[in-house]
């Protein structure tokens, strides 16, 4: 199962790098060559132009793109080893706690307690 979201863009922004032409101010053509960004597979439905307002109560246009929520090929994970026993840098992710970088092995989740202060 993958996890859709759908992203929006300013118009009016600077729009993307490449190289000039007389279509760059064109908001369809800028809608295409945005999408050509993505990777294949990852933008799910018709790319769109949309009214939106923004923060500032600005009303504007905005480009609107579903995309799944990672790439068919990107592995995620793991976030956490699958016992505490299991140690390693592929146990799991990392911590970031006070400036310092945990590894996320068995032995982390096993004193997770201690970092916190929390007997049992």
Request: proline share 8%; aromatic share 8%.
């Amino acid at each position: 199962m993958h996890t859709r979201w759908t992203t929006a863009a300013v118009l009016g922004l600077a729009g993307v790098a490449g190289p000039a032409s007389a279509q760059e101010n064109d908001p369809q053509s800028r809608l295409e060559t945005l999408v050509s960004h993505f990777a294949a597979g990852a933008v799910v439905g018709e790319p769109s132009i949309v009214d939106c307002t923004l923060s500032d109560g600005t009303e504007t246009s905005c480009f609107a793109i579903t995309v799944m929520g990672a790439p068919e090929d990107h592995a995620t994970g793991p976030w956490c080893p699958t016992n505490v026993a299991q140690d390693g840098p592929d146990a799991g992710g990392i911590w970031l706690e006070n400036d310092r970088v945990y590894e996320v092995d068995g032995p982390f989740i096993a004193n997770f307690d201690a970092y916190y202060d929390d007997p049992v």
